[in-house]
């Protein structure tokens, strides 16, 4: 257990430190990445109480992937680091060490799916000089949940002949006819377009 001494002189969030990384989403957390993805090597660094957000941790990430590391260090406090003006057993009462294993499975799982996809990428195909073209094909399923009688839309954009943006879900509300849900179905993949 830690003692009152830990928390005697805590980070200064948010101050200029010269970070070299950016803030991503990775496995559902907000985590600050450093280095190169094309690193054949990665460290995933864990924030203390002061989460990750601390800036000498940032440094260290920093100095790490100058070494030629990808590194990643995720908010597993998502967003709640200790504050001093906070009693520390309060703190400890919100953050039981029996949710870690609940934090990292996404993240492990996210790092895993990137290892081994690494040398995979999209193909175009296409006259390299001819322009850029971009197809949207759209479609829906009318009434295909019975339960609840909604019906599925489904969009792909295609960029020179590749998918690019993709996406099957349930219509958020109920259409009354095959057309309108296929209107529906239309103005989503508009949206998206925009």
Not at 89 to 109: A, D, I, V
């Amino acid at each position: 257990m830690s003692g009152p001494q830990c928390c005697e002189n805590p980070p200064t969030s948010g101050s200029s430190t010269g970070e070299n990384g950016r803030i991503e989403e990775i496995g559902g957390l907000k985590s600050y990445t450093s280095g190169s993805l094309a690193s054949k090597l990665a460290v995933v660094l864990i924030a203390d109480i002061y989460g990750y957000e601390a800036p000498k941790l940032r440094l260290i990430a920093d100095k790490v992937a100058a070494a030629g590391f990808y590194v990643v260090v995720p908010d597993f406090l998502y967003g709640d680091p200790y504050v001093p003006e906070t009693p520390l057993s309060s703190w400890f009462r919100n953050h039981l060490p029996n949710r870690g294993e609940l934090y990292w499975t996404p993240m492990k799982n996210n790092l895993k799916y990137l290892r081994n996809t690494k040398d995979m990428f999209l193909v175009y195909r296409g006259n390299s000089k001819a322009k850029l073209r971009v197809d949207c094909y759209c479609n829906a399923g009318f009434e295909t949940d019975r339960d609840d009688i909604k019906s599925q839309t489904g969009y792909v954009f295609l960029l020179n002949g590749g998918a690019v943006d993709w996406k099957s879900s349930k219509q958020s509300t109920t259409a009354m006819s095959a057309t309108e849900a296929k209107y529906i179905a239309a103005l989503e993949a508009v949206t998206e377009a925009v």
